[in-house]
């Protein structure tokens, strides 16, 4: 007979094995949740219209139609309306409006954090009650504004609104008070004014809270439709999500280009949240946000 100390062993590898099997199941699992849908209309970017509608649907398609996706790139409705112009208007609108929003929602939320002024702590309540405000309310209202002073059909109408967020300057000003304040009485004790901490100090020890609301605006306005429907009517000022809608026409939908024009339109998210998802979680876990 085995010794008991060999059976006990045994058991606890046996335990470990068993764990080790069960996580990555569960890994695989949930991977599969994730990604079968993105797979499943990655094929459909290959297949013709008829193999999409099909029933019952297949799923590998019978002739790979590579030629869908030049297609769609030389999309061209005239009057500056290519399918490139509508990835860089897209690709120009989420950089500038995200850049400048950690611009200034990190100057709002240093000073929250940091300054000292009177009525302080009521501009800051004002400003979290506004995050509960729909965005459909201010919707009619930001239109007549962006008519009255001729930003409509411009850039500026989605550069200007998109700046600053309540929102960005109340995850940073959480991140910046986490930030030890003896590190700013050394630096004033060294003669550094308000702008040299914020710019030597406050920046570089935000970095993981930067690039995450640098992502969350980006993503937000790359996939931004109604305000970009509302405000951009020309067809060389058209967004991806909006130029997504020639593929829908009203006796015919071109399914397959429309899917290749939604992995266009996924790519540049997904590459941006992969790429910096480490600083995203540490920016997410030390902003006050965590449950």
Same mark, same amino acid.
């Given at each position: ?7 006990? @062993? ?13 996580? &990555? ?84 939320? &240093? ?43 411009? &850039?500026? +109408? ?7 967020? +309540?929102?960005? =300057? ?26 040299? =901490? ?21 993503? /937000? ?40 024009? /939604?992995?266009? @339109? ?26």
């Amino acid at each position: 007979m085995e010794p008991a100390v060999l059976i006990n @062993n045994k058991r606890r590898s046996y335990g470990r094995y068993i764990k080790f099997v069960l996580r &990555y199941l569960f890994i695989l699992i949930i991977a599969a949740f994730l990604f079968t849908p993105f797979i499943l209309a990655f094929l459909g970017t290959v297949k013709t219209d008829a193999e999409i509608i099909a029933w019952p649907p297949k799923i590998l398609p019978e002739h790979w139609l590579w030629t869908n996706w030049l297609d769609t790139w030389n999309t061209d409705l005239g009057r500056g309306g290519t399918f490139p112009r509508w990835l860089f208007n897209t690709a120009f609108l989420s950089v500038v409006t995200a850049s400048l929003q950690v611009l200034f929602c990190s100057m709002g939320g &240093y000073a929250f954090a940091r300054l000292k002024f009177r009525g302080k702590n009521i501009i800051f309540t004002f400003l979290l009650s506004s995050m509960m405000l729909p965005g459909i309310v201010t919707l009619v209202p930001k239109y007549v504004l962006m008519a009255k002073i001729h930003l409509i059909n411009t &850039y500026w +109408a989605l550069i200007l609104p998109g700046s600053v967020e +309540a929102f960005g =300057i109340f995850l940073l000003t959480q991140y910046f008070k986490s930030i030890p304040s003896e590190l700013e009485d050394a630096c004033k004790i060294d003669g550094a004014g308000y702008f040299e =901490i914020f710019k030597n100090v406050i920046i570089p020890l935000s970095t993981p809270a930067l690039l995450t609301l640098f992502i969350l605006k980006f993503q /937000a306005m790359w996939n931004n439709f109604l305000d970009a429907l509302l405000y951009l009517s020309r067809v060389s000022m058209w967004t991806l999500n909006i130029a997504l809608m020639t593929f829908q026409q009203q006796y015919k939908a071109q399914w397959n280009l429309t899917l290749v024009g /939604a992995m266009f @339109n996924a790519f540049p998210v997904l590459i941006l949240f992969f790429m910096f998802s480490r600083y995203y979680m540490e920016g997410v876990s030390f902003s006050g946000l965590k449950g």
